[in-house]
């Protein structure tokens, strides 16, 4: 078993959180693939999470190869895109219907790169800005995250932890909501040791906070379960993440964080600090991760026996400063 202990580069205590306006992603070009071999046991109807979200302000091109015994699906059985996650985030899962007994393999690669960069931006230094929009300015959005997403849900229990988090954090009376999301990164990073295959796929946040220890799934579980405790909405985020070590899909989470002016924004929050979050790709958004699974299977029998991901981000990787970030 390996483990690696969560890195020493604190997130900030913030006295002018209210009005601090958050970083965007790097105006540079990401290179991400996906290659998956799965031995189709039985026929199964699968879905894959794999292809980077079509965000608006990106422009994304790619393409995914599926092949079964080496030559092409049948013509019912190939895959078919479909749009998921919330409005307008260009997110995308592929459908195959009846697949056939046989080894099946799924290669997905994908270039994503800004579609109109302002002048000087995409150069190597790392600290060029992407674009930051005002999100959830929509009144009825903002009305369904405020309910769907403080709801505890299957890996997020949010209920349970009630308790601890008010006494643990205080609540949105006593903190900004930018205070309390970072305390609670810094609370589980502090909390968590990351440790790969120390979780299986029925563990949640409380099962993880009882252990101390999981891989970024379990961090970000954790994250997002007691940002809903402390009544901030939250959702987890699947993405390819350049400098991720072993590299991996990756989770991360994401608060709705509401400033003193009234401005909001979905910020990034990645306990396991294992990646620069502005250099972050968008896969997939729910509300934990039963929505946003790489891959699942409705019926038949599979089992996966490789996997390979990759993630390359156009020139240095950006420093992560622990401030505030959101995603494309």
């Known amino acids: 078993m390996t483990t690696v202990p969560p890195s020493g580069n604190d997130v900030p205590e913030s006295t002018s959180a209210g009005v601090e306006r958050p970083s965007g992603p790097v105006l540079r070009a990401r290179r991400v693939s996906a290659r998956l071999v799965l031995d189709v046991r039985s026929t199964c109807d699968l879905s894959f999470l794999v292809a980077a979200a079509r965000t608006p302000g990106w422009r994304v091109d790619d393409e995914l190869v599926v092949h079964l015994g080496g030559a092409e699906l049948p013509v019912g059985a190939r895959p078919v895109e479909v749009p998921v996650g919330p409005a307008g985030s260009g997110e995308r899962m592929h459908v195959l219907t009846g697949v056939p007994q046989g080894e099946l393999v799924v290669e997905y690669t994908g270039t994503v790169a800004p579609a109109a960069a302002p002048d000087g931006a995409g150069q190597d230094d790392g600290q060029d800005d992407g674009p930051v929009r005002p999100q959830a ?55 968590l040791v990351y440790t790969s295959g120390s979780s299986t796929s029925f563990d949640g946040a409380v099962q993880t906070m009882l252990r101390g220890q999981g891989v970024c799934r379990d961090y970000a579980h954790l994250v997002v379960a007691l940002c809903r405790a402390l009544e901030l909405p939250a959702r987890l985020t699947a993405v390819y993440a350049p400098g991720l070590s072993p590299m991996d899909f990756h989770a991360v989470a994401e608060v709705r964080v509401v400033r003193d002016d009234g401005a909001a924004a979905w910020e990034v929050l990645d306990a396991t600090r294992l990646a620069p979050r502005r250099s972050l790709t968008r896969i997939s958004t729910g509300r934990d991760a039963a929505d946003t699974a790489f891959l699942t299977s409705l019926r038949g029998g599979l089992v996966l026996q490789q996997m390979t991901v990759t993630a390359v981000l156009d020139g240095d990787l950006p420093a992560e400063d622990g401030g505030r970030t959101v995603l494309a």
């Open 137 to 191: 300015t929509d009144p009825q959005q903002a009305a369904r995250d405020r309910f769907e997403l403080n709801r505890p849900s299957r890996y997020c229990p949010s209920d349970e932890l009630a308790a601890f988090a008010a006494a643990e954090f205080g609540s949105r009376r006593e903190r900004s909501d930018a205070d309390l999301a970072a305390a609670v990164e810094r609370w589980v990073a502090g909390r």
